[in-house]
């Protein structure tokens, strides 16, 4: 897609950054000891910190990922709303206020303030990092489909840029800075997503809107052409090669692709290969997304549209047995000549199947079910067991200042997630999809309301990266500097060597994060959030809630869970159909085992391994 | 260096009674939860289509639903909690009367 910014939303965009900037170093002078750096003194207001939890929670996975994955699988998308939401309860009613009267700075003082174990301190801080850097590389890959369409810079320098003012960031100022950043991004993305999805509703449906217009009355988006083999080899195009339901045809050695459906007609596809882009070196993809007959409407009525909806009514002309929607699937095959070829192809749902899981999480075979059900486990579990929102209740004065913030944060959490869903179907309906990388389709469903929603939202959305990445770099360089160095290392550091050290972790993690966002392009990045979920939730929770609840609980059981957990999630991960698909460049039949998420394996394999191994080591003890 | 909490808020003479209360709710959304998920595994999908208010299916209203019932139980924890703590602030014997 070619989508460049106008110098006005470079301005706003850049407008924003600074403005970012300036507070960071203006709360800079409140970070002078280790608790200013690391909990923000203790001081933050209940209310506050709960728009900041807000503002730390709704990461890029969030406000891009969900509504990407809306905008192309449907339902699916918003299972992640309900799953990342619904976490927040095992965070308020079972991990707040305990882990606020137990802790210090991380995690790790949490965990270890019963047993003053080094083991705790070592596992703990490792789990931290491997969490931390999980659930960057989203952050960062993200931020590089940002910075495409806005600044029309390569995907790679939107992340550098990304990794770059995040490290200035972090070394300069530390929870304080990030906690108001976090509060006025918070605040921004829940009004402006708001009038987001009031433009979306007012707009209404249709099947020929005119936002998919261009000045000349030319048609923005790809509608496929549909034809058959028979007319296509009549044309003189030859057959040459096919993988499953996907057909490669070459005429005068152009290559074209075209997906067959059930009833035998074939569609017309976008693809890319190592060196070209829909058969051109210097080639374009052509964005997608339309509904393309309305339940309930002729087609004359349809193309009018239904004119302005309440949200009731949106939804439920979306659910109607008789809507047709147009989603845009992606799948990596290879030629006959062994040649990668990566193709977008069309596929028409009702609006039945838009509307309820089973696009993406199919629940037919007893794999797909395991799948299904790890994922929401995962997303339940996870939340709490992530380092960089276990920080936050410590920049409060109190456990019950923990409990109002974390409820302020449910509520504004929630209200987001519920406009996710009319940010993606939105997206699915006006033709804002780029089908190769789904992440932009709430800031572009924004651009077809103009450039300026399009920079406030973009600015946003590369806000709320900037602030999750800062809150994770923060934790990250906190079980760096505080658990390894002074508490596992026994390095006795002064009040200013571990604000150094801590910084100094940060420029590393902030590096490493860089790299692997690089890596990860393309890959939805809420998808990618899940794995950081299961990886956390596996790592972290099993420990966490037994200490809070099983008195039997040994600190040998608690360092032997955590490690447990982290291999066997980034184990399950590393082999499974999604890293060979993806990162891999492999097929996904090739992979060691059909599992694509870990949680129904790795959190289970964690409580039981801290069980054993409590209870022998208790043994022992006694003996 | 001392590791204490950052701030000592002191003694928190309702902390079993918020402890109790918050697993209870706890089990509540679980249930609730679980019941979202099973109900799709079991069916294959199928009841997540049925129509069940104003057009809108089950999948919809159910999740919505979640995310409603979510704040519902916190609000309501938090009600509790803060009555619970009013109560006994100030009593030395708070833990065990909680």
């Known amino acids: ?623 | 260096m001392h590791h204490g909490p950052a701030q000592d808020s002191g003694p928190d003479p309702a902390g079993r009674y918020k402890t109790r209360l918050g697993v209870v709710m706890f089990i509540i959304y679980c249930v609730v939860y679980a019941g979202f998920v099973f109900t799709n595994v079991l069916t294959e999908g199928r009841a997540m289509q049925v129509i069940v208010v104003a057009g809108l299916n089950l999948a919809v209203v159910y999740g919505v639903g979640l995310i409603v019932f979510a704040l519902v139980l916190a609000l309501i924890y938090n009600a509790l909690c803060t009555r619970k703590e009013a109560e006994l602030a100030g009593t030395d014997d708070g833990e065990e009367r909680a």
């Open chain 1, 1 to 623: 897609m070619n989508l460049n910014g106008t110098p006005l939303s470079i301005a706003i965009f850049a407008g924003f950054v600074l403005l970012v900037l300036y507070l960071s170093y203006f709360f800079a002078r409140r970070a002078r000891s280790a608790s200013g750096y690391y909990a923000a003194g203790g001081q933050i207001h209940w209310a506050v910190n709960g728009i900041s939890f807000a503002g730390d929670y709704l990461s890029a996975a969030s406000f891009l990922g969900i509504c990407g994955m809306i905008a192309t699988l449907g339902y699916d998308g918003f299972l992640y709303s309900i799953g990342y939401l619904a976490g927040w309860i095992v965070a308020l009613f079972v991990v707040a206020e305990p882990m606020k009267r137990m802790g210090k700075f991380t995690f790790t003082d949490a965990l270890d303030a019963k047993f003053d174990s080094r083991g705790i301190k070592l596992a703990a801080a490792i789990s931290t990092l491997v969490v931390s850097i999980c659930y960057l590389i989203p952050q960062m890959n993200g931020a590089g489909s940002l910075v495409e369409p806005l600044l029309g810079l390569p995907h790679w320098v939107g992340v550098i840029i990304v990794g770059a003012i995040v490290i200035a960031i972090v070394s300069t100022a530390g929870m304080t800075s990030t906690t108001y950043v976090q509060f006025l991004k918070g605040g921004l993305l829940l009004i402006f997503s708001t009038i987001l999805v009031g433009f979306v509703l007012f707009r209404g449906l249709s099947t020929e809107p005119e936002s998919l217009r261009g000045d000349a009355g030319e048609s923005l988006l790809l509608v496929p052409e549909q034809t058959t083999e028979a007319a296509l080899i009549a044309g003189g195009h030859e057959l040459d090669h096919t993988v499953d339901d996907l057909l490669k045809f070459t005429r005068d050695g152009e290559v074209s692709w075209y997906r067959q459906d059930p009833a035998g007609a074939l569609w017309e596809t976008q693809w890319e290969s190592a060196d070209l882009i829909n058969g051109e070196p210097d080639g374009l993809l052509y964005p997608v997304g339309r509904i393309k007959a309305i339940g309930g409407m002729s087609v004359a009525d349809a193309a009018a549209g239904t004119g302005r909806l309440d949200v009731v009514s949106f939804l439920a002309t979306l659910t109607h047995p008789e809507t047709r929607i147009e989603q845009w699937h992606k799948r990596t095959v290879f030629d006959d000549d062994g040649e990668k070829f990566t193709i977008y192809y069309p596929k028409t749902v009702t609006g039945t199947e838009q509307m309820k899981p089973g696009v993406k999480f199919k629940v037919d075979t007893f794999w797909q079910k395991l799948n299904f059900v790890s994922l929401m486990l995962a997303l339940f579990f996870g939340t709490a067991a992530l380092p960089h929102i276990l920080i936050r209740y410590y920049t409060v004065p109190s456990p019950a200042c923990a409990r109002k913030s974390t409820i302020v944060a449910i509520a504004a959490i929630g209200f987001f997630y519920v406009l996710t869903l009319f940010m993606g179907l939105g997206a699915a309906t006006n033709g804002t999809v780029n089908p190769a990388d789904n992440n932009m389709s709430a800031p572009l469903l924004a651009m077809s309301f103009g450039g300026v929603l399009f920079a406030i939202i973009s600015a946003i959305a590369f806000a709320t990266v900037l602030g999750t990445v800062a809150g994770l770099i923060v934790a990250a360089s906190g079980a760096v500097a505080h658990d390894l160095m002074d508490r596992f290392g026994r390095m006795d550091l002064t009040e200013k060597q571990k604000v150094t050290a801590g910084k100094v972790a940060a420029f590393v993690v902030g590096i490493i994060a860089i790299i692997l966002g690089i890596v990860f392009r393309g890959v939805n990045v809420s998808f990618l959030v899940g794995w950081a979920f299961a990886v956390a939730a596996s790592a972290n929770l099993p420990a966490i809630v037994m200490l809070l609840f099983w008195k039997r609980t040994t600190a040998a059981g608690i360092v032997a869970s955590i490690i447990v957990g982290i291999v066997a999630a980034l184990g399950i991960i590393l082999t499974g159909p999604a890293m060979f698909a993806g990162p891999y460049g492999l097929r996904a039949e090739d992979a060691w085992h059909p599992l694509g998420q870990p949680g129904i394996i790795s959190i289970p394999l964690s409580f039981l391994t801290l069980v054993v191994v409590s209870l022998i080591t208790r043994k022992k003890a006694a003996a």
